[in-house]
């Protein structure tokens, strides 16, 4: 398991490392200036600005930029943002946390639902329960998160006037009450992701369900005499999860593309949000840190998986 683990680390190495590479590219390649708007001030001399591009290597060439912008990184240095004035580094962990919240909130409400309604449904297939739930699933992942959050507002935030509809970062109040707070006010966004993904993974652990019940050892548990919740948990269920957990690790960049649209339907002051504020801004430094993150994110979960897959089926070998 080290000697794995320690492969998979190095070959994440390089993969960082292509992806630092394209995304610099493309961001450098983009037009726009982050400068633009400073250039075209009167009150603003020419020469401070020349000056800032200097300082900020605007006009160096685009490899010598990456170099010193991987040299920096390396160094815990991620750039400065030309629009909220402070050091990236700090900007994204003041906002990462909001994001990994709802964001892991969200996930696990979909596995807590997605699990036992798909269990529940591939035991009995075509029965009532089983034609409710597959309609619900439908509509679940067809109805994307923005119409969801939109409606969820319209319900529960105006017309029932139960939940607010805006994410305050600061709540202003301390214990019991600013969880209870923090519970209202992440209960719609956790809910519109949960919905959207839950909904999708109800039909995939279904349908892995009912491959896996129909096998021979399954009959042959059953011949055994076991109990049929001791078939279902023990040998059915858990040789089931294995391809779930792989859907799970590769939707993390969907999950973080509903998230971006979900923080700015309810205001989240989330790294979604940050991103979009970057990008119609110019601010190339948040929107690399922001996008390089992401990366990180998603090959981390990767490599969890990897990990979790032992676990569930020890047939598999780390070699």
């Known amino acids: 398991m080290s000697r794995y683990l320690l492969r998979r680390l190095m070959i994440a190495i390089p993969s960082l490392l292509g992806i630092s590479i394209v995304l610099f590219a493309v961001l450098a390649l983009a037009p726009g200036?982050?400068?633009?708007?400073?250039?075209?001030?009167?009150?603003?001399?020419?020469?401070v600005a020349a000056a800032l591009r200097v300082k900020f290597g605007l006009d160096d060439p685009i490899a010598l930029r990456y170099l010193h912008w991987l040299a920096a990184m390396l160094h815990g240095d991620w750039g400065f943002s030309f629009t909220s004035r402070m050091d990236v580094?700090?900007?994204?962990?003041?906002?990462?946390?909001?994001?990994?919240?709802?964001?892991?909130?969200?996930?696990?409400?979909?596995?807590?639902?997605?699990?036992?309604?798909?269990?529940?449904?591939?035991?009995?297939?075509y029965s009532i329960f089983d034609q409710i739930a597959n309609t619900l699933t439908f509509m679940g992942f067809s109805l994307?998160?923005?119409?969801?959050?939109?409606?969820?507002i319209l319900l529960f935030s105006i017309t029932l006037d139960w939940l607010p509809f805006v994410y305050r970062a600061d709540l202003g109040v301390t214990g019991w009450r600013w969880c209870w707070e923090e519970l209202r006010q992440a209960a719609m966004p956790v809910a519109v992701l949960a919905l959207?993904?839950?909904?999708?993974w109800t039909r995939y652990v279904r349908s892995a369900v009912l491959d896996v019940i129909r096998l021979d050892y399954v009959t042959t548990a059953r011949a055994k005499g076991l109990a049929e919740s001791v078939v279902v948990t023990k040998h059915v269920v858990r040789n089931a999860l294995a391809p779930v957990v792989t859907l799970v690790a590769l939707q993390i960049p969907t999950v973080f593309g509903g998230a971006i649209?979900?923080?700015?339907?309810?205001?989240?002051?989330?790294?979604?949000?940050?991103?979009?504020?970057?990008?119609l801004a110019n601010d190339t430094p948040v929107v690399m840190a922001v996008t390089f993150v992401f990366a990180g994110l998603v090959i981390l979960c990767n490599l969890i998986a990897d990990l979790l897959y032992g676990w569930l089926d020890p047939r598999i070998a780390y070699r």
């Open 89 to 125: 580094g700090a900007l994204v962990l003041q906002r990462l946390p909001t994001t990994l919240l709802v964001i892991g909130s969200s996930q696990v409400l979909a596995l807590l639902i997605a699990v036992p309604v798909g269990v529940f449904s591939a035991t009995r297939p």
């Open 33 to 47: 200036d982050p400068f633009e708007e400073l250039a075209s001030n009167p009150n603003v001399p020419p020469a």
């Open 196 to 200: 959207f993904q839950g909904a999708s």
């Open 144 to 152: 994307p998160p923005f119409f969801t959050g939109l409606l969820l």
């Open 261 to 279: 649209v979900t923080e700015q339907i309810f205001r989240v002051p989330g790294i979604g949000s940050l991103l979009i504020s970057a990008m």
